[in-house]
């Protein structure tokens, strides 16, 4: 995909949504972390369903930990791999305590160090959280960097670097949520809905797909 297609597809897609934002659901900082790190290989909607039992009750490190473990996977057990992340978020509330007056770090290296949290996790909550310019490539993104010709990699991160050098700079905010959304809703895994898709003109893929 060349600069100007690139720049129309970005600008499409804003027009369609000026201020997307992510599914998952939260009102604070942790909120956002504790739902990333739940969310991995699960939809949003399913960590929804259980964040919306557990923030009234617990949602903060220290509220987390009064839990303890078992207390916790009670109210996570409907999410896929519970017992791990259950492990990692509470290991995640005891740094966030002992090494950060339990708050959220605001650097890459503090939100990595911590467990169960990856590169994507924090690209989420530096983007999100903190409105930093990161690019989390998920399964989505990943798709739609390479059947779009966008931002061709055989690696998630080599999509990101890709997305970080070819975004225009004035959609680089918002980008990462009008790729996930494009690929969730539009560009999707089996079967592209090309014929539904506000920005086909601009995509490389070939052959487009026709209406059903």
């Not at 791999?81 to 290991?91: C, E, G, I, N, P």
């Not at 007056?101 to 994507?120: D, H, I, M, T």
């Not at 990101?160 to 999707?188: N, S, T």
């Amino acid at each position: 995909m060349k600069p100007p297609a690139i720049a129309a597809f970005f600008a499409t897609l804003k027009a369609a949504n000026p201020q997307p934002v992510t599914e998952l659901e939260y009102t604070s900082v942790f909120e956002l972390l504790t739902a990333v790190l739940l969310s991995a290989q699960a939809t949003d909607v399913g960590v929804n369903k259980a964040t919306r039992k557990l923030f009234p009750v617990a949602n903060t490190p220290q509220k987390i930990l009064a839990l303890g473990l078992d207390g916790l996977e009670s109210y996570i057990k409907t999410i896929g791999l519970y017992r791990s992340k259950a492990k990692h978020l509470m290991q995640t509330c005891r740094m966030l305590v002992d090494q950060h007056g339990g708050q959220v770090p605001r650097s890459r290296e503090a939100l990595e160090a911590l467990p169960g949290v990856g590169r994507k996790t924090a690209n989420v909550v530096l983007n999100s959280a903190f409105g930093e310019p990161t690019m989390a490539v998920d399964t989505h993104i990943f798709r739609v960097g390479n059947r779009t010709g966008l931002a061709p990699g055989k690696t998630p991160y080599e999509v990101e670097m890709q997305l970080l050098k070819r975004v225009p700079a004035e959609y680089l905010i918002d980008a990462h949520h009008w790729l996930i959304l494009h690929g969730r809703y539009v560009c999707q895994a089996r079967k592209p809905q090309c014929w539904l898709c506000g920005v086909a003109a601009y995509c490389d893929f070939k052959p487009k797909t026709a209406a059903p």
